[in-house]
């Protein structure tokens, strides 16, 4: 990973260099406009992984690209269905919240999921491009409030229920979703399959229900259980993996 001291956001593809701006990030095969831009409040994450005695550092770890300062995640999940802008160039759409993964989890620590289910920030889809530098404000647009333009890429409300929550009919549900798009990407989409396949394998995992799994719920670890925002802060890119922004937030404009 390098640090870099700006990055440059590209209206409908995202940060110019990063995987998925190259369609090489590990969900890239799912369509999905949020997928260019995502947004994290470093202050709730860190808090919310301390309470839980989870150590997750750097934050860049967590795979957010943006990490705002001075907005807790309830604020920033407030953010989601307006335009917001980011420095002086850019706006972004913010379309949904960003659940952690089980890849995620087993790259970080244990019972990440539910330390950081609210907490693991948003995604966005970049609607005018421009360079983001250190310093720079976030502030949301106020009269652009729009959730029915909020798209999610088909994922339904199961998705963004916490694993311990789900029933076995919703997770049966969920692994049969999974296996039909596993049949239709390896016809459209044989070099995303592989590609996601081969991030999960590197932690033990599979994306996809493995042929015979059985329909279970997830592990006991997973089963237990406007606008108030700051001013200017510092901002730092990490390019590999992710890049990581620290920006802090304003009001309304």
């Not at 850019?90 to 890849?103: G, W």
Request: aromatic share 6%; proline share 5%.
């Amino acid at each position: 990973m390098r640090e870099l001291p700006e990055a440059e956001l590209v209206a409908g593809r995202g940060i110019k260099g990063d995987r998925y701006f190259l369609d090489q990030g590990t969900y890239s095969f799912i369509a999905e406009a949020g997928r260019q831009l995502t947004m994290i409040s470093a202050e709730g994450a860190q808090a919310a992984l301390a309470a839980k005695g989870i150590k997750v550092e750097p934050l860049g770890k967590l795979r957010r690209n943006v990490h705002l300062l001075g907005i807790s995640c309830s604020e920033l999940l407030d953010l989601r269905g307006l335009l917001v802008e980011v420095g002086p160039e850019c706006r972004v759409f913010v379309h949904r919240n960003n659940v952690p993964c089980a890849y995620n989890e087993a790259k970080n620590g244990r019972g990440l999921m539910d330390a950081i289910w609210n907490e693991a920030g948003v995604n966005c889809e970049i609607i005018r491009g421009g360079i983001i530098r250190p310093g720079d404000k976030v502030h949301g647009v106020a009269g652009s409030y729009d959730p029915k333009r909020c798209e999610d890429g088909g994922k339904g409300d199961t998705f963004y229920l916490r694993p311990k929550l789900r029933t076995v009919a919703q997770v049966k549900a969920g692994k049969l979703g999974l296996a039909a798009l596993h049949e239709r990407l390896l016809q459209t989409d044989p070099g995303g399959v592989a590609r996601v396949q081969a991030a999960y394998a590197t932690v033990g995992l599979s994306f996809f229900p493995r042929e015979g799994s059985q329909f279970r719920k997830s592990p006991a670890h997973m089963q237990r259980g406007s606008l108030a925002l700051l001013a200017t802060a510092l901002l730092t890119i990490i390019m590999g993996a992710m890049l990581a922004f620290f920006l802090r937030t304003s009001p309304p404009q």
